[in-house]
């Protein structure tokens, strides 16, 4: 059974940095594509940062928006998931969500492709 628990989740002013931590059960992060993916309130769910499995070197991908900001990581010994956000924006005010693929090939923002989630963390960045 796969589980994905989230958090690091909390309230900064903007320009601040916060690490959101996704720890794996059932699932070997570093074997699999896995993502962060976050939905603000009144918009669509949006991929921010995924890494393909080892079997594609690893691979990040990051959406344009947060390009240079943030930094998706693992922890392979404690089979965990980071990503680092620094000069938070407040436009970055969003749940955040951790999610593993673990069937199909790829590794892109399609939430569609995820099978695992996990119950997000609340991130709220401050003006």
């Known amino acids: 059974q796969v589980q994905l628990v989230e958090s690091g989740g909390g309230s900064v002013q903007a320009g601040g940095s916060l690490r959101l931590s996704c720890a794996a059960s059932?699932?070997?992060?570093?074997?699999?594509?896995m993502g962060w993916f976050r939905q603000a309130p009144g918009k669509e769910r949006e991929g921010v940062a995924v890494?393909?499995?080892?079997?594609?070197?690893?691979?990040?991908r990051y959406a344009d928006s947060v390009k240079g900001r943030f930094t998706i990581s693992s922890d392979n010994a404690k089979n965990t998931l980071h990503l680092e956000m620094n000069s938070l924006k407040p436009e970055d005010t969003a749940m955040y969500y951790c999610?593993?693929?673990?069937?199909?090939?790829?590794?892109?923002?399609?939430?569609?492709?995820?099978?695992?989630w996990g119950q997000g963390t609340q991130v709220t960045v401050s003006s």
């Open positions: 999610a593993a693929r673990t069937s199909g090939s790829g590794c892109r923002f399609e939430s569609d492709a995820y099978a695992y």
């Open positions: 890494r393909a499995g080892f079997g594609s070197f690893g691979t990040t």
């Open positions: 059932g699932v070997t992060v570093s074997n699999y594509c």
